[in-house]
């Protein structure tokens, strides 16, 4: 499987913006770029995924680079509720979802 | 549409038995994907199904443990002779399965404490 190399944590004031980067040097011609999110104590949920184009959802936003060997997830403006482990994952069709250790994000009120 | 429904939410064990965690996966989608979490540590894969057949069962420990996905009814993973390494908790993904549309629907997680 394709690897993704994202900082441990990072922390966020409220009502600002975050932009959890994600290296994906690796990355096939195949490969998706998906975003989840868990909270804690709940299983995860998905944020978002793109192959070469950004992408906007009533969540975040996708910036995917041009030579796709990074993307950034962008939350427009951080509320405490989304204080929780961000996993930026790989996957070709067929695979399976392979999740790293992810980003903690903190969201300092 | 309900969700991904994963039971028991909590299930205690004594090393040696046998623990069955069932995951019914949301109405349509045919592929189910079992992943384990130990305290503070993120998901590991275990196994990704296809109702009737197994896909991918590479992250499955070679023994004690089993997966099925029959043709009618829930995904049951199996886990035989229990240890207390196997304390974790155990989430149910499911998915349509179709091209790269890719969104995963995750279960609230089956947490087992083993004694």
């Known amino acids: 499987d394709a690897k993704t190399t994202q900082p441990n944590s990072m922390e966020s004031n409220e009502e600002e913006p975050v932009h959890l980067p994600c290296n994906h040097s690796t990355i096939s011609g195949t490969d998706y770029i998906h975003w989840y999110r868990q909270l804690p104590s709940q299983g995860p949920e998905y944020v978002i995924h793109g192959l070469t184009s950004n992408v906007n959802n009533r969540m975040a936003s996708l910036a995917i680079a041009e030579d796709r060997k990074s993307s950034t997830l962008i939350l427009h403006r951080a509320t405490l509720r989304d204080a929780a482990v961000y996993y930026c994952i790989l996957r070709d069709y067929g695979q399976n979802f392979v999740f790293g250790p992810g980003t903690r994000l903190s969201v300092l009120p | ?115």
């Not at chain 2, 028991?8 to 189910?32: D, I, T």
């Not at chain 2, 004690?64 to 199996?78: D, V, Y």
């Open chain 2, 1 to 115: 549409n309900a969700g991904v429904m994963q039971n028991p939410r909590h299930l205690v064990r004594r090393r040696g038995q046998e623990a069955r965690l069932r995951c019914s996966p949301m109405k349509g989608h045919s592929h189910v994907y079992w992943y384990r979490q130990l305290p503070e540590e993120g998901l590991k894969f275990m196994v990704y199904l296809q109702k009737e057949n197994i896909i991918d069962e590479s992250g499955m420990p070679k023994e004690r443990f089993s997966a099925e996905f029959p043709k009618e009814g829930p995904s049951i993973l199996r886990i035989q002779q229990v240890v207390r390494g196997d304390s974790a908790a155990y989430f149910c993904a499911s998915s349509t399965g179709t091209a790269n549309t890719g969104e995963l629907f995750f279960g609230e997680g089956s947490r087992l404490t083993v004694l």
